[in-house]
Every structure is written in structure tokens, then in C-alpha cells.
């Protein structure tokens, strides 16, 4: 069964910190990159960040300019599980976000399967 399981989402004050975690299907987890992209009301989808299938071997992420130094990505290959540490929160931060399994097409990350999404809200 095809299945991404976001937790960890919540309510924090601006500069407090977040950490999400996407449980991940093993069919969905091997083999796959791993990538968060988030949308706030009123807004369009964007990409946050994205994590490549290691497999043994180096690791490749890629950041948003807008968390870039303050989002930090990492996977978990052995409980099939990705997580995004959110530090320096900012009220523009707050979106839902949504975990993500796919690939990198070109130079760019695209999820193929999607979670639910969690909600994340930055107080001023």
C-alpha cells in the first residue's frame, strides 16, 4: 500500500523550532528521493526542500532559497522515515506541508506520491 504519513506539525511562536516526520511505506522509501513542499492560504504549492536515495552512498539535499540555513532535511533508510528540522520559524513559514516521495527530473525535484499534509503555524 502506497502510503507517506506526515506528524509533528503544531502551533509555535516566530523563532521557535519544528521538527516533521514522514513515515513512509517501505515500497515508497527505497529507491526513492524524498522531498517537502509546502502551501500557504491564498498561495500556490511550493517546493521547500528534497533529500536524494542515498543507497550507501552520498546523500544530495536541496533548499529553498526562503529556508535555506534555517531547514535542515534527513532520512532514516532504516524506519523508512524523512525529516525536516525547522529552526528560526518565521510567520511566513506557515503553510501546510506536505511529504512527498519522487525524483529528480532535469534539475528540478518532483513528487510522485503525496501525504496528507500537517498544519504549521508561525505566531508573530
Known amino acids: 500500500q502506497v502510503q507517506l504519513v506526515e506528524s509533528g506539525g503544531g502551533l509555535v511562536q516566530a523563532g521557535g523550532s519544528l521538527r516533521l516526520s514522514c513515515a513512509a511505506s517501505r515500497r515508497l522509501f527505497s529507491g526513492y528521493a524524498m522531498g517537502w513542499f509546502r502551501q500557504a492560504p491564498g498561495k500556490e504549492r511550493e517546493f521547500v526542500t528534497a533529500i536524494s536515495w542515498n543507497g550507501g552512498s552520498t546523500v544530495y539535499t536541496v533548499y529553498a532559497d526562503s529556508v535555506k540555513g534555517r531547514f535542515t532535511i534527513s532520512r532514516d533508510n532504516a524506519k523508512n522515515t524523512v525529516f525536516l528540522q525547522m529552526n528560526s520559524l518565521k510567520p511566513e513559514d506557515t503553510a501546510v506541508y506536505y511529504c512527498?516521495?519522487?525524483?529528480?527530473?532535469?534539475?528540478?525535484?518532483?513528487?510522485?506520491?503525496w501525504g496528507q499534509g500537517t498544519q504549521v503555524t508561525v505566531s508573530s
Open positions: 512527498t516521495a519522487g525524483a529528480w527530473r532535469g534539475t528540478a525535484y518532483s513528487g510522485d506520491y
